[in-house]
């Protein structure tokens, strides 16, 4: 039997994280094709990548470290292609860092988020980040838009801090509400009209998005995938 082909998930950084992009993929396909039956959603091949927060503990640059999560990410990489993906991505905006050797060892497209928010956010005149300081500092999202307001290290710090709470599993209500009232407060004291959430873990956080002006990188990714997918079926 021949396999349908799939759209190819590197998870588990962290799983709450790519958990949400499989929800949402399963929710928006009605918006990209027409849906009679469940034959009709895309074939998904998620590989959750078990490894520790290197973030929380400082070591996310340590170039043994790197060089070693990288490898078992690329090995990941190949198991999506033998898998029967046509589209790849990776459910983490701070693993972008090692886009470019992950494309390496595949032949399959893969999607960087970044490209995504970036058509994304031209409907903004000026648009924030809230990310990793991490991804802040590597310059990730530095060309995704020409007014781009990127916050000072403590507002990330702040939003850090949510993240971490959500790889612990230790989230409340009352977290999810500071967290929306630290958003808003964001937007406003900075005179933003969008908030790009550049964190995947962040519109998990958050919850449901009703507001345009609150941009989740997972809904933009998902999009992006499905509409990749059902172009290249």
């Given amino acids: 039997m021949t396999l349908k082909p799939a759209i190819g998930i590197i998870g588990g950084l962290g799983p709450q994280a790519s958990a949400l992009l499989y929800k949402r993929i399963v929710e928006k396909t009605k918006d990209h094709t027409n849906l009679n039956d469940t034959a009709d959603y895309p074939r998904v091949v998620l590989i ?123 989230i409340t209500s009352e977290d999810v509400a500071a967290f929306r009232r630290f958003v808003a407060r964001y937007k406003a004291d900075n005179g933003l009209d969008a908030v790009l959430l550049a964190c995947t873990e962040l519109p998990v956080i958050y919850g449901s998005v009703s507001d345009a002006s609150i941009v989740s990188t997972l809904d933009v990714l998902a999009d992006g995938l499905l509409d990749y997918y059902f172009a290249h079926l």
């Fill in 48 to 170: 959750s990548t078990s490894i520790p927060n290197y973030l929380s503990t400082g070591e996310a640059t340590d170039p043994e470290i790197l060089a070693k999560v990288v490898g078992i990410v690329q090995e990941e990489t190949r198991l999506l292609e033998e898998g029967g993906a046509i589209v790849n991505c990776i459910a983490c905006n701070t693993a972008h860092l090692a886009l470019d050797q992950l494309r390496a060892v595949t032949t399959v497209p893969f999607l960087s988020i970044m490209d995504l928010m970036r058509d994304a956010a031209q409907g903004f005149k000026k648009p924030g980040i809230l990310s990793t300081v991490l991804t802040k500092q590597m310059g990730l999202y530095s060309d995704v838009h020409p007014n781009l307001f990127v916050p000072k290290d403590d507002i990330l710090v702040e939003a850090e801090t949510y993240i971490f709470k959500l790889l612990d599993d230790k």
